[in-house]
């Protein structure tokens, strides 16, 4: 009988090691995968990018992308991801109630030197470290991609790569620090809520943008002496199309990263989570993203009738439910991004009436839009909890003051830097690309290559 | 700071780090690699332009 016990017990114990194993193993696969799928996102920039840009600025475009998102994610590598875990309860760095934040801690997992660099490399005990971070710098790159279009065809090249990683690997972050952390301030103090990023990603890169457009200027010919607009046509609406339904594509594994699974010594309690400890399901986001993307383009499509604004529609679609993906029910996922859709060209519109050439709407399709739903959550899910798992006693419920104090704070973060950097790059004559050669185009003054050097005529077929 | 050498893989059961130096030397050199990429980018760019005007 003893000898029995024995054997079962061995087998359990034997049972329950490869259930963590199996469990580990797909948890470390989950946020892998989610890597190229965000990459995605960054086939989807490219293409869209070019397309909206004129033949001669075509390639000068995509190499603005390329770089963009390397240099995101090295930088990210070298600081960013500690400023994520050093600055949740504000500047000072002091630790957080859930004793994973502060300068101290970052210093222990963050830093590629020293003996937190066994987090920040090849290690046979560590499954987790390499996929969040590689999901995050995911995250950084494509909200510094975000800022991208928005300034195509007169920004210099490597002006552009430092205001993306300011972008990428510090402003952004910071946003993700106090407003998508569990120790966060704007989410202990404020019950700030925003599962899918509308707000700390969309909005602060969207705004950003807007700072960087002041001292940038428009592109010349945009405006006229009466300060009407011309309407700059890019060389390829289809690959400009297809470029948004790819970011959309990879829209997918930015939201799947979103979520915390369960089972793993850094998991929340319960069977699946948000970054938040609040409870949700993959289900919810099956559901959530491909109605807020037909809500998007059907309402970008009542008045446009316009396939740029339709697919601009769809991503204003997603970022308008993004902050509550994991609590609407679909219905209201239906009408609130077909609100997005249709109140998408009236806002860039606006902002053209500004003087301010938003080359592709990334100012309103991300930021305006991206408050915009930031204070739709605060609307429809007041009362619902904003911290679930481990939350200490007093934590704020989500709420609409709560939601504009944060939709405030990412206006903030993204705007005042972005401002400051190009007034700075702009004094150092590495900002603007001279009238002079923004008339001749980008490509034939600075790129080695051509992009169509047989024209886009194809030959008459010899086979009939 | 925890490189090492080993004969098996059964040895390995932590962080691995290979090279001369440690990780933050490789780390430094890394960073300086990027800025004299991104002035050398600037400076070309620059030159571009001026040719242009």
């Known amino acids: 009988m003893e000898e029995q016990i024995a054997l079962l017990t061995a087998n359990l114990e034997a049972v329950t090691q490869a259930a963590q194993t199996t469990n580990t193993m797909f948890a470390e696969t989950y946020y892998f995968l989610s890597i190229p799928l965000m990459m995605i996102i960054h086939a989807g920039f490219l293409a869209y990018e070019m397309g909206a840009t004129r033949l001669k600025n075509t390639l000068s475009s995509g190499i603005k992308n390329l770089l963009a998102f390397a240099f995101t994610i090295i930088t990210f590598y070298f ?24 300068i101290e801690y970052a210093n222990a997992i963050a830093l590629p030197w020293g003996d937190s660099a066994q987090y920040m490399g090849p290690n046979i005990a560590d499954n987790a470290s390499g996929v969040f971070w590689g999901a995050f ?42 407003g998508w952390h569990a120790d966060g301030w704007l989410v202990t103090e404020w ?24 001292n ?41 990263a979103c979520i915390i699974l369960p089972g793993e010594s850094w998991s929340w309690a319960g069977t699946g989570t948000t970054i938040y400890g609040t409870r949700m399901t993959l289900s919810a986001l099956a559901f959530g993203i491909v109605l807020a993307v ?59 009436r500004c003087g301010i050439d938003d080359a592709v709407g990334a100012v309103t399709v991300h930021g305006t839009i991206g408050i915009f739903g930031v204070l739709m959550l605060g609307v429809m899910a007041a009362g619902y909890p904003a911290l679930d798992a481990y939350a200490p006693e007093g934590t704020p419920v989500i709420t609409f003051t709560g939601q504009l104090v944060g939709s405030v ?3 903030l973060l993204g705007i005042v830097p972005g401002y400051i950097v190009s007034a700075i790059l702009k004094a150092m004559g590495m900002l603007r690309v001279p009238d002079a050669v923004q008339l001749k185009g980008l490509d034939v003054v600075k790129v080695p290559a051509q992009a169509y050097p047989e024209g886009m005529t194809s030959p008459a077929s010899e086979d009939v | 700071m925890f490189g090492f ?26 960073v300086v690699v990027c800025v004299v990429a991104l002035a050398m980018g600037a400076s070309s760019e620059k030159a571009h332009y001026d040719k242009h005007q």
């Open chain 1, 294 to 352: 037909s809500g998007g383009i059907i309402g970008a499509w009542v008045f446009t009738r316009d396939p740029f604004w339709m697919m601009s529609g769809a991503l204003a679609g997603i970022i308008s439910v993004a902050s509550g993906l994991d609590i609407y029910f679909p219905s209201q996922i239906i009408i609130i991004s077909m609100i997005a859709g249709i109140i998408l060209k009236p806002c860039a519109d606006f902002v053209e």
């Open chain 2, 5 to 30: 050498s080993f004969d098996s893989w059964a040895d390995v059961t932590g962080a691995m780090y290979i090279g001369v130096g440690s990780e933050g030397t490789w780390t430094v050199i890394a």
């Open chain 1, 79 to 102: 600081f960013g991801w500690w400023f994520y875990w050093a600055l949740p309860t504000g500047f000072t760095g002091s630790e957080g109630y859930m004793a994973i934040s502060g």
């Open chain 1, 409 to 411: 704070v990412f206006i």
């Open chain 1, 191 to 214: 019950g700030v809520h925003d599962f899918g990023a509308a707000g700390l990603v969309h909005a602060v890169a969207g705004f950003f943008a807007l700072g960087v457009l002041f």
């Open chain 1, 137 to 178: 710098a995911l995250f950084a790159a494509t909200t510094a991609s975000i800022m991208s279009g928005a300034l195509i065809e007169r920004v210099q090249t490597v002006g552009f790569v430092v205001l993306a990683i300011v972008l990428g690997s510090f402003a952004w972050v910071v946003a993700a620090a106090w």
């Open chain 1, 216 to 256: 940038l200027g428009p592109r010349v010919g945009k405006f006229n002496a009466d300060g009407s607009a011309n309407h700059i046509a890019g060389h390829n609406m289809p690959l400009t199309v297809v470029g948004l339904m790819l970011i959309i594509v990879g829209f997918f594994g930015f939201l799947m």
